[in-house]
């Protein structure tokens, strides 16, 4: 079993920046690829970026990219979101998740295991 747990969401002012975090209690972390997705109010959740094993390889949502990163730390079990340049259309309740394959993928489904999220709050 692998438990997710996302930090480091709040309120900050259009232009602004965030660093999110997800810590992964799990031995192989490694061996995980893992993604972030955010799900608005009364919108279904999306992709938003993912990160392969060892990190040689992300992906992002159309609408991020530039301005978020992936990246991780395998040694510390953590993975991380970089949000700079925020926008109100950023707003939305962020999770971390993890998907035990070894291909990099954008649907939800293919996911394993979910954290319980983060909020993110952009103001105009």
């Known amino acids: 079993q692998v438990q997710l747990v996302e930090s480091g969401g709040g309120l900050v002012q259009v232009g602004g920046s965030l660093r999110l975090s997800c810590s992964a209690s799990?031995?192989?972390?490694?061996?995980?690829?893992m993604g972030w997705f955010r799900q608005a109010p009364g919108k279904e959740r999306e992709f938003v970026a993912a990160?392969?094993?060892?990190?040689?390889?992300?992906y992002y949502l159309d609408s991020v990219k530039g301005r978020f990163t992936i990246s991780r730390d395998n040694a510390k079990n953590t993975v991380y979101l970089q949000m700079n340049s925020l926008k109100p259309d950023d707003t939305a309740v962020y999770y971390c998740?993890?998907?035990?394959?070894?291909?990099?993928?954008?649907?939800?489904?293919?996911?394993?295991?979910w954290g319980q999220g983060t909020q993110v709050t952009v103001s105009s």
């Open positions: 998740a993890a998907d035990r394959s070894a291909k990099i993928t954008t649907r939800n489904v293919d996911y394993d295991y």
């Open positions: 990160i392969s094993w060892m990190g040689e390889f992300t």
């Open positions: 799990v031995i192989s972390f490694s061996t995980y690829v």
